[in-house]
């Protein structure tokens, strides 16, 4: 059984409404001719050349990304371009491209965030910056765990439910901090610190962060942070999405989730502080810095 590209791309935006998109960004199908036949779908977080890959390898017909390829004003697809090349290995090889992104951040219940909160088991959660008042969409989400931890348990807990990366999950605060409200944001979510502080979190989980926010945030008696890859916080709603497409599409179409590792760091050395053996002999750490 297939649907038309027409009909799944109805589906997936009952699912993630465009109006939900932010202004400047770019979703909704990128390629692909909505009469043709689609019996396989793959659901990705990035459009990148492994993905494609993945895509014409398995012989779907249309490939579903959060990323857009496209998020700036585009005046050609030449071949010879990283991006054009992507478009004309897709359209070669038929196979479509659709992007939810934003929306896919505020949708309720089977977007980004919802799916996030979800691995770390958050329950009565609620949008950090919903689009109305007592709206389930929304930006970010803030949630209860099951059982109170404490800031190096929360780290713990982020590393062993997301993939794992070369930049691992950090920290910043007291380690034995009391955690129990937890913020979440899937991507770049420094700018929601006020609002996870407002909801009363104990700590914020999103990607991105910089420096001096985050130092800052030390200085305050708001949520600690805790910082993990951009593509780890966002690939937990890949199987969600695909488990939601087939359903609605009542299984007419095969839906797989990639598993590809796309995050862009691909190497990390040094040990940790307090880790460096000179430091814990007293000497001076293989920086230049004085032990500590």
């Not at 997301?162 to 979510?189: K, Q, Y």
């Amino acid at each position: 059984m297939t649907a038309t590209l027409g009909e799944v791309v109805a589906a997936l935006e009952a699912r993630y409404d465009p109006a939900l998109a932010e202004s400047w960004d770019a979703v909704g199908l990128v390629c692909g001719d909505p009469a043709e036949p689609v019996g396989r779908v793959l659901v990705a977080v990035d459009p990148v050349a492994d993905v494609v890959d993945e895509a014409i390898d398995t012989g779907a017909q249309l490939l579903v990304t959060h990323h857009p390829l496209f998020l700036t004003a585009v005046h050609g697809v030449p071949a010879d371009d990283p991006k054009g090349r992507l478009v004309h290995r897709l359209v070669r090889a038929g196979c479509g491209l659709f992007v939810a992104h934003t929306n896919a951040d505020r949708a309720a219940d089977v977007g980004v965030n919802d799916a996030l909160a979800a691995v770390l088991g958050l329950t009565g959660t609620r949008p950090l910056e919903p689009v109305a008042p007592g709206s389930r969409q929304g930006h970010g989400r803030v949630g209860e765990l099951p059982e109170p931890t404490t800031l190096a348990g929360f780290a713990a807990l982020a590393a062993a439910v997301l993939p794992a990366t070369e930049g691992g999950v950090r920290a910043a605060g007291d380690p034995d901090r009391p955690v129990r409200t937890v913020a979440v944001c899937g991507g770049s979510g420094g700018s929601l610190l006020p609002a996870a502080a407002a909801a009363g979190a104990d700590v914020l989980l999103t990607s991105d962060l910089r420096h001096h926010p985050v130092s800052e945030s030390r200085e305050s008696d708001g949520p600690a942070v805790c910082d993990v890859a951009h593509f780890a916080s966002e690939w937990p709603w890949v199987p969600v999405a695909a488990d939601v497409l087939a359903g609605d599409l009542s299984g007419r179409v095969s839906v797989a989730a990639s598993r590809l590792r796309t995050d862009p760091w691909t190497v990390h050395r040094g040990p940790r502080t307090g880790d460096d053996p000179a430091r814990r002999a007293g000497g001076r750490g293989g920086d230049g810095w004085p032990a500590q």
